[in-house]
């Protein structure tokens, strides 16, 4: 289908044509229909399969331009997907007079407070500056009409659980609630469906979670020759531009030393860098300015670098998940990507599950393990546990305006 078969605004209609939106992908087919009726939504794709713009066009189209309050909130776990989710909605309502505009942490909440006092219809948020906004601040979320709650999985997997129900419960009129992610484990789903009513479940990565273009490479080394494989790979595949993932900020800082020794244009990035830092290599990376950024997982949501031809795990993902989202920064739209994993043996079990869980079909690079061989995961651990939050359990009394998220 095509975005001309639709029936949107000219003004619409003409910013997607500049943006070469020409042609649905199957996740925005299935979803639109229901946007615009306004059913709630739970819906899972592949990364980079177009769920930001599943969203955001039926929304920009019902946007009531006349009221000027925020009438959409999206919410997101990360300052960097916040700044390009509201960055693809800009482009998406350019030639109409839809006002989006995203608030996070490490920026002035004195200048966001003056930005949402002259009008926003669309506000991208990341939870604490949301919630310190709402306490600090005029905003109001009476005529919200939508809520989108994107990375779901994320949002309520890794400690955000108590934000987003102190979220939920500030819109207490009726809405639409829509719930978009790359994954959504079955433990997730039920915790989700609370917040439902009556959803539609569109799920497009039944059969494979991973792309389709996407190949997945695995190779065996030991602990102190790591090194030593991550720099003969690059040599021989002289890959367009890579992103290495680390599972700590520490080896995140300690691979770049090193690896600024053997090739030019190697940056990093992780949650301890100053915001205006992050965004500044986030958009070098982008326009093809580094070829080689180290980074953590802080790299692994939602972002779109297009131009990265290669993922490496040089540290095993923590999980199937992490090994979904890091791998999904490649092969976006229709493009090919590969995805190369350093293992040793101590990670043959959790390659095992993360094999078995993204559907994946293997390429090893020398000695395939016996992965059947491999010692079972002890029942019971690993799971979600919606008490879990890595705030350390502090409730939503007593908040103050700070610098999170």
């Known amino acids: 289908m095509k975005f001309t078969e639709l029936n949107l605004k000219p003004q619409l209609l003409a910013g997607l044509k500049e943006i070469g939106y020409t042609e649905l992908t199957p996740i925005q087919e299935q979803a639109f229909s229901h946007i615009f009726s306004g059913r709630d939504m739970i819906a899972t794709a592949e ?34 997907l916040a700044l390009q989710y509201v960055r693809e909605i800009s482009d998406i309502a350019r030639k109409t007079p839809v006002i989006p ?14 930005k949402l006092a002259h009008g926003v219809h669309i506000l991208v948020a990341t939870p604490g500056r949301l919630i310190d906004l709402l306490y600090n601040s005029p905003l109001q979320l009476s005529e919200v009409r939508t809520f ?14 108590g934000d987003v129900e102190f979220v939920i419960s500030c819109l207490i009129h009726e809405h639409q609630t829509l719930l978009f992610s790359a994954t959504m484990p079955p433990e997730i789903k039920r915790l989700a469906a609370r917040y439902l009513k009556d959803p539609i ?30 720099v003969d790979y690059f040599r ?17 800082e300690k691979l770049h030393d090193h690896l600024k020794k053997e090739f030019d244009s190697v940056d990093m990035i992780h949650g301890g860098l100053e915001q205006s830092k992050r965004t500044s290599l986030f958009n070098r990376f982008k326009k093809m300015k ?5 980074a953590t997982d802080v790299a692994s949501r939602g972002l779109d670098f297009s131009h990265a031809s290669h993922v490496i795990n040089y540290d095993f993902p923590l999980n199937p998940e992490a090994y979904t989202h890091r791998t999904g920064r490649t092969a976006r739209m229709g493009r090919k990507g590969v995805a190369l994993t350093l293992l040793t043996r101590g990670n043959l079990r959790e390659l095992r599950t993360a094999i078995k869980v ?19 995961k002890p029942a019971g651990r690993g799971k979600y546990s919606p008490g879990r939050s890595r705030r350390g359990g502090r409730g939503r009394h007593n908040r103050r305006t700070s610098g999170r998220n």
């Open 236 to 252: 021989q595949e002289k890959p367009q531009q890579a992103i290495i993932f680390c599972n700590a900020r520490r080896n995140v």
């Open 358 to 376: 993204n559907k994946l079909e293997p390429i090893w690079h020398g000695r395939e393990p016996d992965l059947k061989g491999a010692p079972q």
């Open 290 to 294: 580094i070829r080689f950024m180290v």
């Open 47 to 80: 990364t980079g399969s177009g769920k930001t713009a599943a969203c955001a066009v039926p929304l920009v189209e019902k946007i009531d331009v006349s009221l000027n309050a925020v009438q959409v909130l999206v919410l997101v776990p990360t300052r960097e």
């Open 101 to 114: 505009f995203a608030v996070y942490g490490g920026y002035s909440i004195l200048i966001q407070i003056g």
């Open 148 to 161: 989108i709650l994107d990375e779901a999985d994320e949002m309520l997997n890794m400690g955000f659980i």
């Open 201 to 230: 479940t569109i799920e497009l990565n039944i059969q494979r979670r991973a792309p389709e273009n996407l190949e997945h490479h695995f190779q065996m080394v030991k602990g102190h020759q790591r090194f030593e494989t991550l």
